[in-house]
C-alpha cells in the first residue's frame, strides 16, 4: 500500500512562511502527478495545488495563486509546498496524494496523517 508522509507544519502568523514536505513510498513516484489538498474543520477537503510527473505544468487553486508554489524532487520522491503570505483562512490539516493527470482530484483513498497548519491573526 503506498505510503505518504507529511512535514513541515507548525503555527506561524499571518504573513508568515511554511514549507511543507511530502515523501512517498510504495509507488512510482516518478511517473505520478502529485498535489497538496487541505482540510479545514468543518470543511470538505479541496485541492491546493498539483503538479505533473515531469514538474513541466502546476495547477493552483485561486485562493493561494500567486502566494504557494509546488515543486517536487524526483530522486527523493518527494513533492513540496512552499507557503507565503500566510492567512488565517489556510489554517487547515494538509495532505499529500498522488493526482489524475487532469491535476484536479486525487488518486488513492488512503491518505497519510497529514501536516497541521495553524495561521494566527
Known amino acids: 500500500q503506498v505510503q505518504l508522509v507529511e512535514s513541515g507544519g507548525g503555527l506561524v502568523q499571518a504573513g508568515g512562511s511554511l514549507r511543507l514536505s511530502c515523501t512517498a513510498s510504495r509507488m512510482n513516484f516518478r511517473i505520478a502527478a502529485m498535489g497538496w489538498f487541505r482540510q479545514a474543520p468543518g470543511k470538505q477537503r479541496e485541492l491546493v495545488a498539483a503538479?505533473?510527473?515531469?514538474?513541466?505544468?502546476?495547477n493552483y487553486a485561486d485562493s493561494v495563486k500567486g502566494r504557494f508554489t509546488i515543486s517536487r524532487d524526483n530522486a527523493k520522491n518527494t513533492v513540496y509546498l512552499q507557503m507565503n503570505s500566510l492567512k488565517p483562512d489556510d489554517t487547515a490539516v494538509y495532505h499529500c496524494n498522488a493526482v489524475t493527470r487532469d491535476l484536479v482530484r486525487p488518486l488513492f483513498d488512503s491518505w497519510g496523517q497529514g501536516t497541521q497548519v495553524t495561521v494566527s491573526s
Open positions: 503538479i505533473t510527473s515531469g514538474g513541466g505544468t502546476t
